[in-house]
């Protein structure tokens, strides 16, 4: 929550509900980073993709092979000890 409205952490914490936070991170989960630059980012990596594997043989880019700022997605403890065998 750092950075939205001007505040610092501290401040967002005694300002905001519980609700509010709440509904913040709802919204986060559904349309993603507040942050421009990686908004930005991946609309770029959307067209991107879609014309990467438009034009290519092999196909199967996926959105965040054109993310250079953004953290793949966790795997589970499951598939991580299947992929380091």
């Known amino acids: 929550m ?14 905001m509900s519980y609700h509010e936070f709440t509904r913040w991170v709802a919204f986060r989960n559904k349309r993603g980073s507040l942050h421009t630059g990686m908004r930005i980012e991946h609309a770029g990596a959307l067209i991107a993709s879609i014309l990467a ?33």
């Open 2 to 15: 750092h950075g939205i409205g001007g505040c610092t952490v501290a401040e967002a914490q005694e300002r």
């Open 53 to 85: 594997n438009v034009n290519s043989k092999k196909g199967g880019y996926k959105l965040i092979d054109f993310m250079p700022h953004q953290e793949e997605a966790p795997v589970s403890l499951e598939k991580a000890m299947e992929l380091w065998k």
